[in-house]
């Protein structure tokens, strides 16, 4: 059946463009955005500064937790459309790269952050002493809570799970570039418009549409290439590995039913189970020095978190965690802050409109919802807004960037 002529006129302008969609950035939203625009039969091109599966940014390791006990209520819609495209994803690949597990709480019951991610996920206080092996201890009194939610959560395996999307974005047509650093972004010229990418080797690609997804490098990027300023600070974190001590593997073992587990206060520490290195158990502070994604430190970048870290572990798991010597594997990761620690999900604005959107800013807790993230950049893209996070109740106006106008430092409100 013929095209009515209006619509071959279309499609003619948009293949005056080499792609569709530019992504620069594969992290994991770049890489999430990559596969939902192509699998809507987007012409993709998905640009990374290093190598693909790189470990300088924020998007390597073995895991990550993901859980819908949240403080905010913005979050749990979110995740819930992230674990139902993490099983889309599985299944599309056939890889696995969620592992359930249940989600402990803990900390004093006076810290409001703790109660309201307590109610969000339907969580029920326990007596730790009957969990686990007794691996946690809690101070004595009526001062302090702990609550299991046992649905809801898991550990994700990050750079397979970054993998799998890249491989899906290639199944479904998108061009994946690595060592292809970014260096401008243009309106492309009249009347085609759209954006030019130009990248440091002195190639420039043409699309309608581009998704920068740049984490702790988008303050310096969208600097240079358009003078906004985002007030997102990267910090250098790290993730550390601690040893079981003798006779307590099994008790913190992910087949075991140990939970991923946040201590609220301060310092807030993290874990997960013993699943990706048997007899080690990660256990991380949830912060670290400010630092610059090009000039990081990388002898003692994390400050003293390890030293943190281990006074945490001896007064909550003494008898089960081992911190003589310290934590047995530290690997480098970053965080990309916002004031208020929300994303931002936002048309770039100004003198590019709608054809640049944004993705950044996941602030230390973005992994687990790299699939919606993406859906939705793709859709901002693709259509100009984004249905799905309508459907399933994300709310986007708590990612614009307008909120930091006027106040560009924000207010550091968790
Ligand atoms: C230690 C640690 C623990 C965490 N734990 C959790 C957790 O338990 N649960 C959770 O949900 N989240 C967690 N997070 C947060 C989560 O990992 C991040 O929010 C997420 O990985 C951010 O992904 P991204 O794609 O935005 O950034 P990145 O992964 O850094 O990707 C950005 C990419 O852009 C590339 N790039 C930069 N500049 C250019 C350029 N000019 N041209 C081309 N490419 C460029 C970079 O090389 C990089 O590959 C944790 C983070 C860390 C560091």
Known sequence: MAAPAESLEAAAAVRRFDYDVIVVGAGIMGSCAAHAAASRGARVLLLERFDLLHHLGSSHGESRTIRDAYPKPQYPPMVRLARRLWADAEAESGYRVLTPAPQLSIGPRTNPSLLASIKSSSAEEVDLAQRWGGAFRVPDGDGWVAAVSEHGGGVLNATKAVAMFQALAAKNGAVLRDKTEVVDIRKGPA???????????????????????????????????????????PLHTMVLYWRAKPGHERDLASDSGFPTFSSYGDPHVYGTPSLELPGLIKINYDGGPRCDPDGRDWASGGGDVAGRVARWIEEFMPDHVETAGGPVIRQPCMYSMTPDKDFVIDFLGGEFGKDVVVGAGFSGHGFKMGPAVGRILAEMAIDGNANTAAEAGVELGHFRISRFEGNPMGNAKN
Not at 202 to 219: D, I, L, M, Q, R
């Open 191 to 233: 009347p085609e418009g759209g954006v030019a990418v130009a990248t440091s080797s002195g190639e420039v690609f043409h699309a309608a549409k581009c998704v920068v997804t740049v984490g702790a490098w988008t303050s310096k990027l969208l600097r240079s290439v358009a003078g906004v300023e985002l007030p997102i600070q």
